[in-house]
Every structure is written in structure tokens, then in C-alpha cells.
């Protein structure tokens, strides 16, 4: 069978392609630059723990060595510090003993990992907080280049994966067996493919020839942008500030950040006014002294300026995603990025979502209700985090009005940033296919845990067949199903000791006879879930059902789902796949 076709090589179309070699499926991945991307600090993203999960998983790089995790996040209002946050097991404000420059206050007790730590809100708060601190993981700030980079490393020693550079794609036809795409240039030529999938960005060529409509909205959000070396008040910690106390030097919306990259580099974002001001370099300057000068007391500590830049943010969405046997994922299907929100964040889940999907059509011919599923649940994830922006842009960048003099609006409106830089709650949390086609239907042996089913797993320890101890994570993307029995005590005993006793024998006869391939797994504890518990999770680690005790029966029904439905179902549905490939 023919290759897929990726046409851009950005981080998207590079982690799709390596997600496909993972699964035993050849790509051809057509790059219209030279192969190498310029090295532009201002240019960064801030990847959460899944995401980062899976680039490891594909690259086998450990991320952290290319990029910076955030020790901590502060948001301030004026000089007030608004909350706090610890990710490296230290206090919030862990800079104790040292003036804060801005006069805030900082009191703290004795504080969790991850603990959150609002101010002025009394002891019953701090409760509430420690709870909410639990759910936080130091995000990974890096620059895009170097993500790039990583991912280009790992492919140059994947045989399954051509890369053709100086190939800008100008046409696609489809017909019932593939695709046939031409691109221009010193290698202009004609490429076959089973699939096409445009990762080619904003303004991609793929939607543009598919006839895709790509409505939303432009401008949203400017900032200006700085990438320098420096000291500040606050090492390792990511800075939110909210209408600094300080007079700005032209305009000006009131909110500046600050992420921290390694070796004393940090990125600074000026939120620009509505418009479109120019941003000159003596402005730039005359910003970047302002506001280094105002968290440090006064005095302009010594920088040195790295790059600049303006970030434009738009807020758009794809009609379609899929046509016929032409897919689009990342930047191609969807613009957001408002109020502290990562794009690349869901482009990576996009690739992860598509992969498998692709590999199990590519191996084991047509899915269609498969391969429509991909556009169902990624689009309704990324069109609700979309409104869940829109609905707080007014409300954080309407200018005040009566709204600011409400009690605790102030506290209201950080954490729906905090939420946003964090990864967290609507704007920011990954997103959970609770209406997918693919859910089965409710059995009478379903069992309650934590995970609402469609919702990514915790990343438990578990042990494999080979009896190794590894994250659950790990074993993701490899193109099977995963079978999780919930078994306490497990991790104490030798494999050799439980794999044939209780009901081990039973499960392991039930994971054999499934329509898919499937790997069992044994875990000791699950968060709400109650021994012998059997999870099934899909190869992008979201949670298919959760089951009470083994039920051959129900198990093969909740893979038969997840896979697009009985194999008779399939069969029939292969003459409508047939047809829009024709379109």
C-alpha cells in the first residue's frame, strides 16, 4: 500500500509522521523550506504533560535537556500578588529572605508540591488551594526550533519516513485507491499516497485546494515580544502582570508576562491595544527597560536582547476536516492561542488522534466511521476550547467598566488566565470525546473510577507482560488496545506468581480473542477504581470503558466500538469511503 502523504514539516507533520512509523506505516513528508528552521527565541511554546509525554515517547529525547520547566507561576494585579504556584517542591515564593521589589507581601505556610497559593483569601482558601494544587505539573517552555530539531533528529534514523525538501505541493487529486499530489520546485514531482494530510499551517495550500472554508476571527490578540538575558526577582518562575504600576511608554493594554527559558533567557509578551499600532524598535526598547526596571525596584538590571518579535493571535476553525481520503491537523484545521492558550498543544493531539486511526485503515483496510471520527472529536474539543475563550475575552479585555468594582472580579479573572497559561479547566485542559462515535454503549458492568470515559488516563505505573514496571503512558501509540486490570498487591509479588492465578487466566483468554490487537496490563491501584476493575484505552491513551470484574462479552463489544463498529458494519460502509474519495 501506498505511503501517506504529510505535506508541512512542522512540529504536527514531523509527530505524525514518527507516530505513523510507530505503528508500521511509511510517510512521505514533504517540507517546502531547506529541512532546517532558523533559530528564533522569540518564537517559543509551552507544552504540557501528555504533550510532552508523546514527543518523548516518538523522539526518545528526554525534552527537558531542549527546553525549561517552569519552578513556579505568579500572577499580580497592580503590586498585589494574586496567586502562586510551586512546581519543583519548594513554598511558593521560595526566593524567602529576599525584598520583593514591587512591596508585596509573602506569607506562607507549609505548603505540597504544586500547592496554589492565592493571596489575602484566610485558611478555609488554603484548604480549597491544596486541594487544586494537586492537579498542577511544571509545563515545559521551549523554544520551537528546538522541538523541531528534536523531532527532525529521530527521523533521520527512521527508515520508514522520506522527507523530500524544496517541495511546495500545487495539486491533489483523488481517486478510490489514494491520492495523487504534484508539488513544484527543484524536486517538483508526482507523489502517490494512500492518504493525504495537510499540516501545512495557516494558510495551508491543502485546504485551499480541498475547497475548505476556514471562517473565525483575525487579530484577536497582539503582543509584542522579546527575548533576552537577565536576572529577575523571581529565577525559574513564569510571571503574569496585570496592570503593572508603572507608566508604559506608548500604548499600552496593561498585561505583561514572563517564561523562563534556560541559562537566563526569558521571554517577555507587551499585550498590544486593538489595532494595528506599529511596534518600533526604540518603543520596544524603551518597554523592555520599563518593566525590568519596574520588578526590580527601579534600576534597569543589565540584559541582553536576543530577538523580537509581534505575535498576531486569531481565533478560526475549519468547516471540515476530512475530504475523502484528505485530512488537515494543527495550524491547517484551527487558529487559538488567546489568553495564555498553546495551539501546538492540539495540534500534537491532532497527530496523535489521526495516527492510529490511519495505521489501522493502512494495516487492515477501510474504517470510515473510524477515519470520521477523527474530525468528530477533535474539532468538537478545539471548537469548545475556542468558545470558552471567546466567552472570557470580553470579560478580561472589555477595559473595566462596572465589572471591575464587582467583589473578587479581580481573583475571578486571574484564574481564568491562570487557567489558560497552565493548561487547565475549559480554556487549556485536554479534551475528553465524551460524544464520540466510537464510545460503546452503556453496560451493566461499567464501574466507576475517576475517568469519565472519553477522558485521557492518569499515567499510572503498570507492569507489562515481560513483568518490567513502567508509566502507562509508555505504552501508548504502539497501534494496540491496552487492557488494564486493576490489582492490588501486584507490584509486590513476582509476575510469575499471579499471571496464572484469580482471574488473570480468564482475562488474558478475553484480551487474545478481541478484534484487535490488545496488550494486558496489571496495575496496582487506579484513582476510584476498585480491585479487579478492568480498564480498556485506546491507543491514544483516552479511556474507552471502565468494567467490574472480566466480561468477555462486554469487552469485545467496547472494542468493537472503538475500532468503528462489527466488522459486517465495516464492510458496508467501505462503498462510502469509495465514494468520497471521488469527490
Known amino acids: 500500500m501506498d505511503p501517506v502523504i504529510i505535506v508541512g514539516a512542522g512540529p504536527v507533520g514531523l509527530t505524525l509522521a514518527l507516530a505513523l512509523a510507530r505503528q508500521e506505516v511509511p510517510s512521505v513528508v514533504l517540507d517546502e523550506g531547506p529541512g532546517k528552521d532558523e533559530q528564533r527565541l522569540a518564537r517559543t511554546v509551552v507544552l504540557r504533560e501528555d504533550t510532552v509525554a508523546l514527543v518523548e515517547r516518538l523522539t526518545g529525547l528526554p525534552l527537558d535537556d531542549a527546553g525549561f520547566r517552569w519552578a513556579g507561576w505568579r500572577s499580580m494585579r497592580r503590586r498585589q500578588v494574586m496567586r502562586e504556584i510551586a512546581f519543583d517542591g519548594k513554598a511558593p515564593g521560595s526566593t524567602k529572605g529576599v525584598a520583593d521589589p514591587l512591596g508585596a507581601e509573602t506569607a506562607w505556610g507549609d505548603d505540597p508540591r504544586g500547592i496554589v497559593a492565592p493571596r489575602g483569601t484566610g485558611p478555609s482558601r488554603g484548604a480549597e488551594s491544596a486541594a487544586e494544587g ?40 483523488q481517486d478510490t485507491s489514494g491520492v495523487t499530489a504534484h508539488t513544484r520546485g527543484p524536486n517538483g ?14 494558510r495551508s495550500t491543502v485546504r485551499k485546494l480541498q475547497d475548505i472554508r476556514f471562517p473565525g476571527r483575525t487579530a484577536v490578540e497582539r503582543h509584542a515580544v522579546a527575548a533576552l538575558r537577565t536576572e529577575l526577582p523571581w529565577p525559574g518562575e513564569a510571571l503574569l502582570h496585570r496592570m503593572p504600576p508603572w507608566r508604559s511608554s506608548g500604548p499600552s493594554a496593561g498585561e505583561v508576562s514572563a517564561r523562563p527559558l534556560a541559562e537566563d533567557v526569558w521571554r517577555l509578551d507587551w499585550l498590544l491595544p486593538p489595532g494595528k499600532d506599529l511596534v518600533t524598535p526604540d518603543l520596544l526598547v ?30 478560526r476553525l475549519a468547516r471540515r476536516w476530512r475530504a475523502g481520503r484528505v485530512f488537515l491537523a494543527g495550524d491547517a484545521a484551527h487558529l487559538l492561542g488567546a489568553l495564555g492558550t498553546q495551539g501546538l498543544d492540539e495540534g500534537l493531539r491532532d497527530a496523535d488522534n489521526l495516527a492510529w486511526k490511519l495505521a489501522l485503515t493502512w494495516h487492515h483496510g477501510p474504517h470510515p466511521a473510524l477515519l470520521d471520527s477523527y474530525q468528530t472529536e477533535r474539532r468538537a474539543v478545539v471548537a469548545a476550547r475556542l468558545r470558552a475563550a471567546d466567552q472570557a475575552l470580553p470579560l478580561l479585555r472589555s477595559g473595566g467598566g462596572l465589572r471591575a468594582y464587582v467583589p473578587g472580579s479581580a481573583r475571578g479573572h486571574d484564574a481564568l488566565l491562570t487557567d489558560g497559561h497552565l493548561g487547565r479547566g475549559p480554556l487549556g485542559a485536554p479534551g475528553a470525546y465524551v460524544h464520540s462515535p466510537l464510545m460503546p454503549p452503556p453496560a451493566e458492568s461499567h464501574a466507576p473510577v475517576d475517568t469519565e470515559p472519553g477522558a485521557p488516563v492518569v499515567d499510572v505505573r503498570v507492569t507489562a507482560e515481560d513483568g518490567s514496571f513502567v ?22 509479588w513476582a509476575r510469575k506468581h499471579w499471571v496464572t492465578a484469580g482471574v488473570m487466566p480468564r482475562l488474558a483468554a478475553a484480551v487474545t480473542a478481541l ?12 484513582p476510584g477504581a476498585a480491585a479487579h476493575t478492568v480498564l480498556l484505552v485506546r491507543p491514544d491513551g483516552h479511556l474507552v470503558t471502565a468494567l467490574s470484574g472480566v ?13 468503528g463498529g462489527p466488522a459486517a458494519q465495516v464492510d458496508t460502509e467501505s462503498a462510502a469511503e469509495a465514494t468520497a474519495g471521488r469527490r
Open 286 to 315: 524603551a518597554r523592555i527597560r520599563e518593566t525590568l526596571g519596574g520588578w526590580s525596584g527601579g534600576a534597569t538590571p543589565a540584559y541582553e536582547l536576543l530577538d523580537t518579535g509581534v505575535h498576531t493571535v486569531h481565533h
Open 551 to 563: 466480561r468477555p462479552a462486554d469487552l469485545y463489544e467496547a472494542a468493537e466500538a472503538t475500532l
Open 189 to 202: 514531482t508526482w507523489w502517490r499516497g494512500s492518504y493525504l494530510v495537510g499540516c501545512d499551517g495557516p
Open 515 to 526: 478484534p484487535h490487537p490488545a496488550e494486558l496490563l496489571v496495575a496496582e491501584s487506579y
Open 134 to 173: 494537586e492537579e498542577f505539573s511544571a509545563p515545559l517552555h521551549i523554544a520551537q526550533h528546538a522541538l523541531t530539531g528534536a523531532l527532525r533528529e529521530a527521523i533521520i534514523h527512521e527508515r520508514l519516513i522520506k522527507v523530500a525538501v524544496h517541495s511546495r505541493l500545487d495539486s491533489v487529486e
Open 471 to 492: 508509566p502507562l503512558r509508555e505504552r501508548l501509540g504502539r497501534g494496540a488496545l491496552l487492557v488494564v486490570l486493576i490489582a492490588p498487591g501486584t507490584g509486590v
